[in-house]
């Protein structure tokens, strides 16, 4: 059963890892396990890679704060741009601990005698490896290599300095292939299989490819082959669709709130489970007033098309239209991913308006919620798709765009499924780059060239498609694009002081003062201008209005630096630029 997994997973870490520290190259395992008692059996390979997937991020939908999609009250280092050289290995993510314990594995794991366990779950380790290597590269760039674990008295090794990044994005590329070549090939939907591994190689390769491509690096055209290739054979598979049930106004919306993850589209999610105490909490994150008020950005809700695939940028003054006829007929994912007029909650049956206490830009989140018994603190236990086919489709258009070959047909079997699903009308190359969104042209500066329209269009169809599931960091590092995070946030257009019916019944429901506001009525939220709401001269929320010197330097900022502890300890590390 696929519960059990966390249960071995937990057997395994006391079992063997609980005296590995994460930060030491050069620790030796400590266990009563040794190699002569293990390693025997495919039930000891499937318990020690059970541990791998500790590396699995448990919380997707926070991987997007800190960027220009999810605005909290409090804004972090990146979005301050005020990012400082840590000082210690744990607090930078420059730690090995992982890599140790996947390069332990391949070294012992031929000691089995059953050729298909040792097939697919070295494998499942090579796959691991690209998972961790990739991480390191996307945060630091060179890193060193390490295909075997460290012997403690070999100061070579611990002491080598970074390899280049051509070398590591090579050897992660090889890893996938093994992978892809050797791991089962069923559909499971909390452990990865060769489809994941394939999901992943065209993760890898868009990413690696327009990395190097926006900043004129050789190579790019070689990982975007990759990437578009292993997406058509996952797509060519007819292993995974795109989840409808032929809703279109709740399809989006119930694939993510579904309690177990859709097996149709999910190719490996992170599954939680209230029997085992093993929940997050996106209710409690998106609802509580207390917890970062999260929120959608004006320049996201702008992006969304009209839901006959018109421009809603194309209107005049369409930053200040007022929130009820600001939603209306958009495309639907909209109302699926933040309170729009008629929300109700799942398990409800009353109309809700977005709650203006608990989102910092009048935008509230409603993505991966659930029902109203899973909003205190820790108790949601919605699974979370870590590789689904609509990323797939998505890393496949792109890889296409960017490499000049996409053609309509392509748009047909990968972005337009997704339009598809709710009742979205197509994405058309010819329309696309004829007319190139001027609003997506002023976000994306770097894109030019004859598929400069589609390009866009498929960002944003990314950016909407996947919106909380934790890719928008990467995806801006990639493009060049970090200006983005450091922009002057918006949120919802009010004219002034007054009243405001925010569900379109007639009813108030904000009402924003100055002076004092009088007698409060029930059900009526009182927003003090200036104190409780601040108010830009267009009249947009301005969610930060303390911070005004925001900065992100082009020449650092798309690196982490290395800790300085590590550079101290190892004399060939050299920083990264401007660090």
């Not at 400082?84 to 594995?105: C, H, M, Q």
């Not at 791991?183 to 299989?193: A, D, Q």
């Not at 709130?257 to 939680?272: L, T």
Request: some cysteine; hydrophobic content about 35%; proline content about 4%.
């Amino acid at each position: 059963m696929q519960r059990n997994i966390y249960i071995t997973i937990i057997g395994l870490c006391l079992i063997l890892l609980g005296g590995c520290s994460q930060d030491e190259l050069d620790l030796t395992p400590q266990s009563e396990v040794t190699t002569e008692n293990f390693f025997q059996k495919a039930s000891d390979l499937q318990l020690y890679t059970n541990s791998f997937y500790l590396m699995i991020p448990e919380r997707i939908y926070r991987e997007d704060d800190e960027t220009d999609n999810v605005i909290l009250n409090s804004a972090g280092e990146r979005v301050r741009g005020d990012r400082i050289v840590p000082t210690d290995a744990s607090g930078a993510g420059w730690t090995w601990g992982e890599l140790r314990k996947i390069n332990y594995f391949l070294e012992n794991y031929q000691k089995c005698q059953d050729e298909a366990a040792k097939k697919h779950y070295s494998g499942v380790a090579r796959f691991f490896r690209a998972y961790f290597y990739f991480d390191k590269v996307k945060r630091f760039g060179d890193v060193p290599w390490y295909s075997t674990t460290v012997d403690p008295t070999d100061e070579a090794a611990l002491n080598k300095p970074r390899d280049s990044r051509q070398l590591v994005m090579d050897s992660v590329m090889a890893d996938l292939d093994y992978a892809i070549e050797n791991m089962n090939t069923g559909t499971e939907l909390f452990r990865v299989t060769k489809w994941t591994a394939l999901a992943l190689k065209s993760r890898v390769g868009v990413y690696e490819g327009t990395f190097r491509k926006y900043r004129g690096l050789e190579g790019g055209e070689t990982f975007l082959t990759a990437a578009s290739e292993a997406a058509d054979e996952l797509i060519a598979s007819g292993a995974y669709t795109v989840y409808t049930s032929g809703n279109p106004a709740e399809d989006y919306r119930n694939f993510f709130s579904s309690h177990d993850a859709i097996g149709a589209e999910v190719i490996m999610g992170r599954q939680f489970l209230t029997e085992h105490a093993v929940d997050h909490n996106v209710n409690y994150f998106t609802i509580t007033s207390s917890y970062g008020m999260p929120g959608m950005p004006k320049d996201l809700v702008n992006s969304y098309l009209m839901q006959d695939g018109s421009r809603f940028t194309d209107q005049p003054n369409y930053n200040q239209i007022q929130f009820v006829e600001e939603v209306q007929n958009r495309d639907p994912r909209l109302s699926q991913t933040i309170r729009t007029p008629g929300y109700t909650r799942i398990g409800e049956t009353f109309v809700m308006p977005p709650d203006l206490g608990a989102t910092i830009t009048g935008y509230q989140l409603t993505k991966f919620v659930t029902e109203p018994a899973f909003d205190s603190n820790d108790e949601s236990i919605t699974d979370m798709p870590i590789f689904r086919y609509g990323e797939v489709l998505l890393n496949y258009a792109e890889a296409k765009a960017e490499l000049g070959t996409l053609t309509q047909d392509d748009l047909d079997r990968s972005v337009n499924l997704l339009r598809a699903r709710v009742a979205m009308p197509g994405m058309s190359l010819e329309a696309a780059n004829a007319n190139p969104d001027p609003y997506l042209k002023a976000q994306y500066v770097n894109v030019a060239g004859g598929n400069q329209g589609v390009i866009l269009e498929i960002r944003r169809e990314r950016r909407i498609e996947l919106f909380m599931e934790g890719y928008r960091w990467d995806d801006l590092m990639r493009w060049k694009e970090g200006q983005k995070v450091v922009q002057d946030f918006r949120g919802m257009y009010f004219p002034g002081e007054g009243e405001y019916d925010l569900e379109g019944d007639g009813d108030t429901d904000v009402i924003i003062f100055s002076g004092e506001a009088g007698e409060k009525q029930n059900g009526i939220l009182y927003l003090k201008l200036g104190e409780d709401v601040v108010l830009d001269e267009n009249g947009l929320i301005n969610p930060h209005p303390s911070i005004t010197d925001r900065e992100f330097d082009e020449n650092k900022d798309y690196l982490y630096p290395l800790p300085r502890t590590e550079i101290l300890l190892n004399p060939n590390l050299e920083q990264n630029p401007g660090w």
